[in-house]
């Protein structure tokens, strides 16, 4: 993989590919890269290459390609938080071999690839990924879609990053070593762009909360996943600079969170 900053950067949602087949050494890469992705969280999931034609599958979004990536994942409290971490490695990864992917928690035929999946009743399908390479022009659907949203802007760092309470702001200046990381959790995708991931600091150790703003799904809280995904740039960057840490389900029951959702803690080892 190239450096964990620059995919980051580099990466954008793709839903308008440009209707070549994924090549062969592409997609044994990316074959054996699903069959074992590793997270912090020890639940078991799955993934699987599927052909749309194949499942009857379709997403009102996506152009351009018939292959997709869905998972699967054991029910469990922490369960969208490993598959967003999970998932996310594979998009940064599909992303350094020139090939694009989408998040779809919401826009798909999803009773058809929950078929496809043989889902059993303890286990649910968080998202799939259309998988192929970019067109150099986005569709029209496509590129509304992402104005709709604001799709290429983040908030400030401040508003997301704290120190010791949510009262007080973290500035990128005061971040320190753990600056890059957290500009990382900033850039990263989130559903529908609402950016939920919020970060507390106290020392070494880092509190990830869930600011929901968007409706309980019925498959899953897609913003767990948006917490995962942003755990997983953070982890990367970190590992990249040489700072390994542990993750950890333990609220520290910070004061003034009330629309805040605790997920996960990191702390430096
Ligand atoms: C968990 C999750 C679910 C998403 N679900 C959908 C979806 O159902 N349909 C869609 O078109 N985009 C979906 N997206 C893509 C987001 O809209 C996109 O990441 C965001 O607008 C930011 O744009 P960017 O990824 O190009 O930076 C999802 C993203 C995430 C992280």
């Known amino acids: 993989m190239e450096h964990i900053a620059e995919l980051v950067r580099a990466r954008k949602s793709v839903r308008t590919f440009d209707g070549t087949l994924l090549r062969q050494d592409d997609r044994a890469k990316l074959e054996q890269y699903l069959s074992n992705i590793e997270t912090p969280f020890d639940i078991p999931m799955e993934f699987r290459m599927l052909d749309a034609k194949e499942h009857g599958l379709s997403s009102p979004v996506v152009t351009g390609t018939e292959l997709y990536v869905a998972g699967k994942i054991k029910r469990d409290p922490l369960a969208e938080a490993a598959f967003g971490f ?31 999946m043989e889902l059993e009743d303890t286990e649910f399908m968080p998202a799939v990924t259309p998988l192929g390479y970019p067109a150099k022009k986005r569709a029209i659907r496509d590129a509304a879609m992402r104005r709709a949203i604001k799709a290429d802007t983040r908030l400030p760092f401040e508003s997301l990053f704290f120190e010791d309470s949510f009262g007080k702001p973290l500035t990128a200046e005061r971040a320190g070593t753990y600056r890059e990381a957290l500009e990382l959790v900033r850039l990263a995708p989130s559903a529908v762009n609402k950016q939920p991931w919020r970060v507390v600091k106290q020392g070494e150790t880092f ?21 995962g995904i942003a755990l997983a740039h953070f982890m990367l960057a970190l590992e990249e600079a040489g700072i390994a840490g542990t993750v950890t389900a333990a609220d520290p029951g910070l004061a003034g969170e009330q629309d805040m959702e605790y997920i996960v803690s990191w702390t430096k080892a």
């Open 86 to 116: 999970a998932f996310e490695k594979f998009v940064l990864y599909t992303l350094s071999l020139g090939a694009g992917t989408v998040w779809i928690a919401g826009t798909m035929d999803r009773p058809a690839f929950e078929r496809a």
């Open 207 to 227: 509190h990830f909360y869930k600011k929901s703003s968007l409706p309980a799904y019925p498959k899953g809280d897609v913003q767990k996943l948006d917490i």
